[in-house]
Nanobody, 131 residues
Framework: TVTLAESGGGPVQAGGSLKLSCKMR????????MAWFRQGAMNGREGVAR???????TYTDSVAGRFRVSKDSVAKILFLQMNDLKAEDSGTYFC?????????????????????????WGQGIQVTVSA
């Protein structure tokens, strides 16, 4: 069974920083893609950042230049460094895995940050940014 566990969330003031981590267990293979999603009180689930097996990254426009996704492939930990946080960044953050890295295939229909491509999900962790 694949499990994902997020950590590092919490309250932070606007302009501050947080670093989220996501530990994956139970997946013995390499070559996967991982991503961070978030869901605010008023919004649906939104793809935030993704990293593929080669380390190539993708960001949604609203976080580009402020957030950085990275990974420790040996330990199977995904990170999200969030800087210059804004109130609209508040929400529950989820990590997720695209086991076959379908999102890196040429000719992919739609965004590589679309949630339908991700098969395993963490429970989520709250990030609250106060003005």
């Amino acid at each position: 069974t694949v499990t994902l566990a997020e950590s590092g969330g919490g309250p932070v003031q606007a302009g501050g920083s947080l670093k989220l981590s996501c530990k994956m267990r139970g997946y013995p293979y390499q070559g996967y893609c991982m991503a961070w999603f978030r869901q605010g009180a008023m919004n649906g689930r939104e793809g935030v950042a993704r990293i593929d097996a080669e380390g190539e990254t993708t960001y949604t426009d609203s976080v580009a230049g402020r957030f950085r996704v990275s990974k420790d492939s040996v330990a199977k930990i995904l990170f999200l460094q969030m800087n210059d946080l804004k109130a609209e960044d508040s929400g529950t953050y989820f990590c997720a895995v695209d086991p076959g890295c379908v999102t890196a295939l040429p000719g992919l229909r739609g965004s590589p940050l679309a949630s339908r491509y991700y098969k395993h999900w963490g429970q989520g962790i709250q990030v609250t940014v106060s003005a």
